[in-house]
């Protein structure tokens, strides 16, 4: 797996794989059949397989402007016991990725997550002298107030999402960050630092925001899991079957989908298969994705 790179006027973007492949993803966007998939023939050979099952992939993105280096999302994380046994105690190389990128964890001074599901929080902390820490020292981590409070709502009422493996998400890659002092609590919109912004997009869950970047005139933003994969893009009425509220989730899709339309800015799929990045054009009363 490679790192891929785009220029937003001075800001550099990277994207950082972690897994070339999210499993269940038949089960997460049920309407996304084969035959279904076949109706939208732009997405292979990117974006769906010959035999018609979607491709998809888990990554972070470092924006680096003048200011700031910011981590967004942070992946599974090593270590992490977890439900799903390709994701269970993982042993892979992103911290080396990121490094070889040009960005040790040092070099990290804002992390932030677009929400707190668990394939976007991982790598919040690592497992250190038998306890788990903050990977990124020098960093302050920008917790959504919304989102942290739904999470903590919903561990404390045991009605969290247990195939999701919330609780334990909460307790080895949100708390330690807690503790340690590192977290600030944002609402959005919410302006990280001149060039990049926190906006709301919610229904994926409630506090869930995306990533608008803005340099020199261009323009990009970072989707989080307003969708999942570009068949969405074509069919916005596909839901995520972990969608906290579908129909709003709905409604934050087709917005951001006209916005971006009208603006030509570049996409940027949180889970979008390589190329991760495209511009998305009016197709009749849908859309489509237009790649390099």
Same mark, same amino acid.
């Given at each position: 797996?490679?790192?891929?790179?785009?220029?937003?006027?001075?800001?550099?973007?990277?994207?950082? @794989?972690? %897994? *070339?492949?999210?499993?269940?993803?038949?089960?997460?966007?049920?309407?996304?059949?084969?035959?279904?998939?076949?109706?939208? @023939?732009?997405?292979?050979?990117?974006?769906?397989?010959?035999?018609?099952?979607?491709?998809?992939?888990?990554?972070?993105?470092?924006?680096?402007?003048?200011?700031?280096?910011?981590?967004?999302?942070?992946?599974?994380?090593?270590?992490? @016991?977890?439900?799903?046994?390709?994701?269970?105690?993982?042993?892979?190389?992103?911290?080396?990725?990121?490094?070889?990128?040009?960005?040790?964890?040092?070099?990290?001074?804002?992390?932030?997550?677009?929400?707190?599901?668990?394939?976007?929080? +991982?790598?919040?902390?690592?497992?250190?002298?038998?306890?788990?820490?903050?990977?990124?020292?020098?960093?302050?981590?920008?917790?959504?107030?919304?989102?942290?409070?739904?999470? %903590?709502?919903?561990?404390?009422? +045991?009605?969290?999402? *247990?195939?999701?493996? %919330?609780?334990?998400?909460?307790?080895?890659?949100? %708390?330690?960050?807690?503790?340690?002092?590192?977290?600030?609590?944002?609402?959005?919109?919410?302006?990280?630092?001149?060039?990049?912004?926190?906006?709301?997009?919610?229904?994926?869950?409630?506090?869930?925001?995306?990533?608008?970047?803005?340099?020199?005139?261009?323009?990009?933003?970072?989707?989080?899991?307003?969708?999942?994969?570009?068949?969405?893009?074509?069919?916005?009425?596909?839901?995520?079957?972990?969608?906290?509220?579908?129909?709003?989730?709905?409604?934050?899709?087709?917005?951001?989908?006209?916005?971006?339309?009208?603006?030509?800015?570049?996409?940027?799929?949180?889970?979008?298969?390589?190329?991760?990045? +495209?511009?998305?054009?009016?197709?009749? *009363?849908?859309?489509?994705?237009?790649?390099?």
């Amino acid at each position: 797996m490679k790192s891929e790179s785009w220029r937003v006027g001075s800001i550099r973007v990277t994207c950082i @794989p972690e %897994q *070339d492949r999210i499993p269940g993803m038949k089960a997460l966007l049920p309407e996304a059949t084969p035959d279904a998939l076949a109706e939208i @023939p732009w997405l292979r050979p990117h974006f769906v397989t010959t035999d018609g099952k979607l491709k998809a992939s888990i990554h972070a993105f470092v924006v680096e402007t003048e200011e700031r280096c910011i981590l967004v999302d942070t992946c599974i994380g090593n270590d992490k @016991p977890r439900s799903y046994a390709g994701w269970n105690h993982l042993q892979g190389p992103f911290l080396t990725r990121l490094s070889d990128a040009g960005y040790p964890t040092e070099r990290i001074d804002t992390v932030l997550c677009t929400h707190m599901h668990v394939d976007h929080v +991982g790598w919040n902390t690592c497992w250190r002298n038998g306890r788990w820490v903050p990977t990124f020292p020098e960093a302050r981590y920008l917790f959504g107030r919304m989102e942290l409070a739904h999470w %903590q709502a919903e561990i404390e009422s +045991g009605t969290s999402e *247990d195939g999701l493996d %919330q609780g334990q998400v909460f307790a080895d890659s949100i %708390q330690p960050v807690l503790d340690a002092g590192l977290a600030v609590f944002v609402d959005a919109p919410y302006e990280v630092c001149t060039g990049v912004r926190l906006v709301p997009t919610p229904g994926h869950t409630p506090g869930h925001v995306s990533v608008e970047l803005r340099s020199e005139g261009a323009g990009a933003f970072i989707t989080g899991d307003i969708m999942h994969h570009p068949c969405q893009i074509a069919r916005p009425h596909w839901a995520a079957s972990a969608d906290v509220e579908p129909t709003l989730a709905m409604a934050t899709r087709r917005q951001v989908l006209a916005d971006v339309a009208a603006s030509g800015e570049l996409v940027l799929g949180s889970h979008f298969a390589a190329p991760t990045a +495209g511009r998305v054009v009016r197709d009749g *009363d849908s859309f489509r994705l237009l790649t390099d």
